[in-house]
């Protein structure tokens, strides 16, 4: 069984139960000029994660290792957004207006795909969620159960938004989660060091915390 470095103490997961889950690596989040730039935020913080990623889904892929990729949005008649998330805040733009990229994180816009770096291949799971986490209103504990999953290896965007909402709905449902330091992203530095000291406090309180090197390094062994 493969074992990585990790806070608050080893990972040891098992290569035929364990899935890698990519959170909403999408363009509006991530493009100079789109969504979350209009919103004010620093993408770079976003887009360092690329390139790691990139490099451990091409060892995930090399293993044969089952690999999840998540897209946040909405219907185009936004019957699935709640008022509640449609009218939060005071953005320059809303979710379902007119933005740089397409309608802004609407399904089928190219602003709501994912980065040209991370696309998916044939044969691997993407996931159209709703909410923030990607258990809610989704399928995927249904697919983790039919493929026998017991173990996570979450990354992808923001670390305090999604990849935390995903991670608490996964440790509630018994799934063991690892987040990778380099390979999520948050606009403010400050809510990345805290989110992911958040994870791997108490003892593991909703998981573990590693980089990508070492679970390279281990699906390789
Ligand atoms: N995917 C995700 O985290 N959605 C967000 O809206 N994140 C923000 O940080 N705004």
Redesign the pocket.
């Known amino acids: 069984m493969p074992a990585v470095d990790a806070q608050p103490g080893p990972f040891s997961f098992d290569l035929d139960s364990t899935a890698l889950v990519v ?2 690596m ?1 363009r509006d ?1 991530l493009l100079p000029g789109g969504f ?1 730039e209009s ?1 004010g ?1 620093d993408v770079s913080q976003l887009r360092r994660t690329i390139e790691p990623l990139a490099a451990l889904m091409a060892a995930w892929r090399a293993a044969g290792l089952p690999l999840i990729h998540t897209r ?1 949005g909405h219907k185009p008649d936004l019957s699935d957004c709640p008022p509640a998330k449609l009218n939060r805040g005071a953005p320059s733009m809303r979710i379902g207006d007119p933005g740089t990229f397409g309608r802004i994180l609407i399904q089928g816009e190219y602003g709501h795909d994912i980065v040209d770096e991370l696309q998916p291949i044939e044969g691997e799971t993407v996931i159209d969620k709703p909410g ?1 986490g990607a258990f809610y209103a989704t399928e995927l504990s249904d697919i983790l159960e039919k493929d026998g999953i017991k173990s996570l290896v979450v990354t ?3 670390t ?4 935390h ?1 995903t991670v608490r709905e996964a440790n509630d449902r018994g799934y063991e989660c690892l987040v990778l330091a380099d390979c999520v992203g ?2 403010f530095p400050e809510f990345q060091q805290v989110g992911l000291k958040m994870i791997a406090a108490q003892g593991g309180i909703f998981g573990w915390v590693a980089e990508s090197p070492s679970v390279i390094a281990a699906i390789q062994e």
Not at 160 to 163: H, I, L, N
């Open positions: 959170i909403d999408q989040f979350g919103l935020n946040e923030k992808g965007v923001t305090e938004v999604c990849v909402t948050s606009y």
